[in-house]
């Protein structure tokens, strides 16, 4: 189960972007943790409690679809989203492999986001907002 303030990992190299959506999740009650990079975000991961990661596919050091594999292999199954604006069918396919819960192209509207993350919280934790 689910404590009250889920932990979501933001991990995208545009920090105006990464702040963005803590402003629109923060008053939703959940924990931001954010990260500029993929390794930056495997350290939180080893580190912090996550119950969702936020992944944008394009980040220096390691993609959001190499961190989602890695997380898998050294911890436990944690529920994640693909974020990119240069989507396309083998990179949906590779995600889709890795067990993404779900893919948004960016740019995508804050309700899409919104229920996005609670239909995956509910998904894995049966958390309800």
């Known amino acids: 189960m689910l404590v009250d303030s889920p932990a979501l990992l933001i991990a995208d190299d545009d920090a105006g972007f990464r702040e963005t959506l803590r402003e629109v999740l923060a008053p939703k009650g959940y924990r931001t943790l954010l990260a500029s990079d993929g390794e930056e975000a495997l350290r939180i991961v080893r580190s912090e409690i996550v119950h969702l990661m936020l992944l944008d596919f394009h980040m220096p050091h390691c993609t959001g679809l190499q961190l989602a ?61």
Request: avoid cysteine; glycine fraction near 2%.
């Open 69 to 129: 594999r890695t997380v898998r292999e050294s911890q436990f199954a944690i529920p994640w989203i693909l974020l990119s604006a240069g989507l396309d069918d083998t990179i949906v396919r590779e995600a889709q492999a890795a067990d993404v819960f779900y893919v948004l192209a960016k740019p995508f509207r804050k309700a899409q986001l919104t229920t996005v993350i609670a239909d995956a919280l509910r998904d894995r934790y049966d958390w309800v907002a």
